[in-house]
């Protein structure tokens, strides 16, 4: 990194960790500044589990689906033993997509640019037209693997998982604490994203936190029993939960909802016979995308016409309220009036928390720099 690529307020003073009723929040330049945007996608993003997709949607050999990985096209496929196989979506010859569908169905992987074919576990086979090419060996031009994990019937990926935290120490708990549910019951219906103009980690912050439920979303206070909010803090992850308020289409005051946060961007959204999983995707320094996709018991016609879009209905309305109060808080960010806040001890500990999980990310480079 030369210095004038050196992110500013990157010092020993702004990565010090305090407790929470001491802390102030991270400097408004770590949301603000574009030279942190390729360090959060090189040195966060692609050093951890990144939520992808369901694996039940990969039934049958040849099953293929599509996604971007900390700004990476990836490619997942089952192959004929029926393990799932992660690759870039990269072909070694030009860079061509091997597939451009979302999702779809291929015993090969073929080149959409000129057709070079590569079989599911990753070696090149058919390479037309390059018989007078000298010097070129195709066990040179294997595709790049992604590393892949499955829990719960949800595919994780990690581009660099030498430098990611063990999945299974990431995900510890998780399971025995939402117990008896199990994910893997659940079926995917659909995926839905919206763009925001707004830098990623404002997105998570604010899903951090319950506080601004009352004035941002005074219709979620009759869903969930906001008195009763608790936030708990692990390593990996925070969890935000709390009892249903009576009986809401959701479930009845003796449901539990959990809001499962894993650092950096990945959001479990837990109520009774209902996933939503959320991917906050940084686009830019200034923009971010969010991946909602959502999971359901039972996906009758009737289901799909009742609370399935009833479900729907209402995310996008709290999504909205949520876009448009991060737009404006990032502008506030940007904006010469501010630096740096204070935390609500009651209702901002997970905020804080993922806070200290970003100066533990950026110590790990400012460390790395000064070792170089
Ligand atoms: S870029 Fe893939 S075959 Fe040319
Ligand atoms: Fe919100």
């Not at 608790?230 to 990996?236: D, G, R």
Request: charged fraction near 25%; glycine fraction near 6%.
């Amino acid at each position: 990194m030369t210095p004038d690529q050196t992110p500013p307020d990157l010092t020993p003073h702004h990565l010090k960790e305090e407790v929470l009723e001491r802390s102030k929040t991270i400097p408004s330049s770590w949301y603000v500044h574009p030279a942190y945007h390729k360090l959060d996608q090189d040195r966060i993003y692609a050093r951890t589990w990144q939520y992808v997709g369901s694996a039940a949607r990969l039934a049958a050999h040849g099953d293929y689906m599509t996604d971007t990985v900390a700004g990476n096209p990836v490619v997942i496929i089952r192959d004929k033993a029926g393990d799932l196989k992660g690759y870039f979506n990269v072909c070694k010859h030009r860079g061509g997509p091997l597939a451009m569908d979302a999702c779809g169905h291929s015993k090969v992987l073929q080149c959409k640019y000129h057709g070079w074919t590569y079989l599911l576990d990753g070696s090149l086979r058919g390479v037309p037209r390059f018989d007078r090419t000298e010097l070129f060996d195709k066990k040179d031009f294997g595709l790049d693997p992604v590393c892949l994990r499955e829990w719960q019937g949800l595919i994780f990926a990690c581009l660099e998982p030498d430098h990611a935290p063990p999945f299974d120490e990431v995900m510890e708990g998780i399971s025995e604490r939402i117990a008896p549910m199990d994910l893997s019951t659940l079926r995917f219906h659909v995926r839905d994203s919206y763009d925001v103009k707004s830098n990623w980690k404002v997105y998570v912050d604010n899903y951090l936190e319950g506080y601004h439920i009352p004035l941002v979303h005074p219709d979620l206070m009759t869903v969930l029993d906001f008195r009763s909010y608790q936030t708990e803090m692990l390593k990996h992850y925070s969890l935000q939960f709390s009892p249903l308020a009576g009986d809401t289409m959701y479930g009845s005051k003796d449901d539990q909802a959990f809001y499962y946060f894993i650092y950096p961007n990945i959001m479990l959204n837990i109520l009774p016979g209902r996933l939503q999983v959320n991917r906050v995707d940084a686009l830019k320094s200034d923009s971010c995308r969010t991946i909602f996709d959502y999971y359901y018991d039972s996906i009758t016609p009737e289901d799909v016409k009742g609370r399935i879009k009833e479900d729907l209905a209402f995310s996008d309305q709290v999504q909205a309220e949520d876009i448009e109060i991060c737009e404006y808080v990032f502008n506030g960010l940007a904006s010469r009036a501010y630096d740096q806040g204070r935390f609500s001890y009651d209702l901002e500990g997970g905020v804080h928390h993922f806070q200290q999980c970003l100066k533990r990310s950026y110590r790990a480079v400012l460390d790395e720099m000064g070792a170089s």
